[in-house]
């Protein structure tokens, strides 16, 4: 079965592209992490008792194993050196748990990115041709910043929930990121306060999971964080068209382990005993599940297209227009990946001056302006290089010295150099008398200083 033809055949239904929702066992594959036992368990084994004793008094809650183990853990990390001096950090968490997670915080921060496995894999999923629209995690570990590094990040529930993200260009980290210890989702206190959420996270991710197919990778189907949000989804959603649409938009996954590639219909149970229909993809060579990120075509690149909706978002709640929607004068700063900008619409001031583009509408009205009142924040060059020398094609008499004098270097075309020839000499007082009354008129002159 051609699992990447089928796969861009329900990717083109979609007027959006995917979002991926990313678990574990993505860093397992491509970093070679443990999984969450296994992590527990290597910080377990400092302790005289190992993690095995509080996964068993747990009965194999592993959160609930966490919080237990975090009072032993602590005991044994006040003992250390180094100890008072990293608790010094103004940044420190002063919570009970604080040493377990700032020890997981700094093992996942030194896991070298640079030497990660099945790289072409990798390759294809951040190759220049995907379009993905964004991610969301439960993962802490910097990995996905790593491979889409212009992404903006939101750590943790609650920056989520407060925030206004855009759904373009965007990881979301809703168990945290090892980047802030106190963000982990760990113990089991945390993941009550998390499910207490849960509805309000919900109704954030929904319009996501509702427009975009959403591919869920590093999760089993049993996954109760997975089985806990979609139920949490599930349950928002007031009609059946929404039920419909959602189903066609999840696509799980999974290792075919050895087996032959294949997409089938199932089901995903709740923990309620309630189900939803997904898509089910296995395959052990998942570059075939990422070439199909490649069918649709994006000209301009994703976050350049998050910081427009962004800019746009806060103009509509009447913040204020200054700095916003700047575009640079050269476009290749902002769109790195080389792709082609046919308009760009903004609103607000750009302080920064006018582009390149808006140069080329400058007029003689407005070179005048600026000669009398210096009130245009141009840069002299840039309207010497791209305005002047079409100004003075369709206006005799326009002062141009100030602009010459910035590139003594210039020369002007040959079908406008009588009229820079006739006016390079003129001074203030004659450029005075051959303004015309209706000039006059329109910036009501009453004493002419040209800059020149």
């Not at 150099?417 to 009453?446: C, H, P, Q, V, W």
Request: hydrophobic share 35%; charged share 25%.
């Amino acid at each position: 079965m051609d699992i990447t033809e089928s796969l861009k055949e329900i990717i083109k239904v979609s007027p959006t592209a995917p979002f991926l929702f990313i678990g574990s066992g993505f860093s397992r594959r491509y970093l070679g992490l443990e999984d969450w036992e296994g992590l527990l368990t290597r910080f377990g084994n400092n302790l005289q008792s190992g993690f095995v004793k509080y996964a068993s008094e747990s009965n194999d809650n592993l959160a609930l194993a966490a919080q237990n183990m975090a009072r032993e853990y602590s005991d044994f990390w006040w003992r250390l050196p180094e100890a008072k001096e990293i608790s010094s950090s103004p940044n420190w968490y002063k919570h009970l748990t604080a040493p377990l997670r700032y020890d997981i915080c700094e093992y996942l921060k030194k896991i070298p990115l640079e030497n990660k496995i099945l790289e072409e894999e990798l390759k294809t999923l951040i190759s220049e041709k995907t379009i993905i629209d964004g991610v969301i995690t439960t993962n802490w570990d910097l990995l996905l910043e790593s491979l889409f590094p212009t992404y903006k990040v939101y750590i943790g529930q609650s920056n989520l929930l407060f925030s206004n993200p855009q759904k373009i260009a965007e990881i979301y980290k809703i168990h945290g990121c090892s980047s802030d210890p106190k963000s982990l989702v760990l113990t089991k206190d945390d993941y009550e306060e998390f499910k207490n959420k849960n509805s309000y996270l919900a109704s954030k991710l929904l319009s996501i999971f509702l427009e975009h197919p959403v591919f869920f990778m590093g999760y089993s189907l049993n996954d109760e964080n997975i089985a806990s949000i979609l139920g949490s989804i599930s349950e928002i959603m007031t009609t059946e068209e929404q039920r419909e649409k959602i189903a066609k938009n999840l696509i799980f996954v999974n290792r075919s382990k050895g087996g032959d590639d294949s997409i089938s219909e199932t089901q995903l149970r709740f923990l309620d005993n309630k189900s939803i229909p997904i898509t089910q993809v296995k395959t052990d060579d998942f570059s075939k599940v990422y070439l199909a990120f490649q069918g649709k075509e994006r000209k301009i690149p994703a976050h350049i297209l998050r910081i427009f909706r962004e800019q746009f978002y806060e103009i509509v709640q009447g913040e204020s227009l200054e700095k916003k929607l700047y575009c640079s004068t050269d476009i290749d700063e902002i769109i790195k990946s080389g792709g082609d900008v046919e308009f760009v619409a903004g609103f607000g001031v750009a302080q920064k001056g006018y582009s390149d583009i808006g140069l080329k509408a400058v007029d003689v009205k407005i070179i005048l302006s600026d000669a009398l009142y210096d009130d245009i924040p141009f840069d002299r060059i840039s309207v010497l290089e791209n305005s002047l020398d079409e100004v003075c094609k369709k206006s005799i008499y326009t002062p141009i010295n100030r602009y010459i004098n910035a590139d003594p270097n210039f020369k002007p075309s040959k079908s406008s150099s009588k009229n820079f020839k006739e006016l390079f000499t003129m001074d203030a007082k004659d450029f005075s008398k051959r303004i015309s009354n209706g000039y006059k008129k329109s910036y009501k002159i009453k004493k002419i200083y040209v800059p020149f």
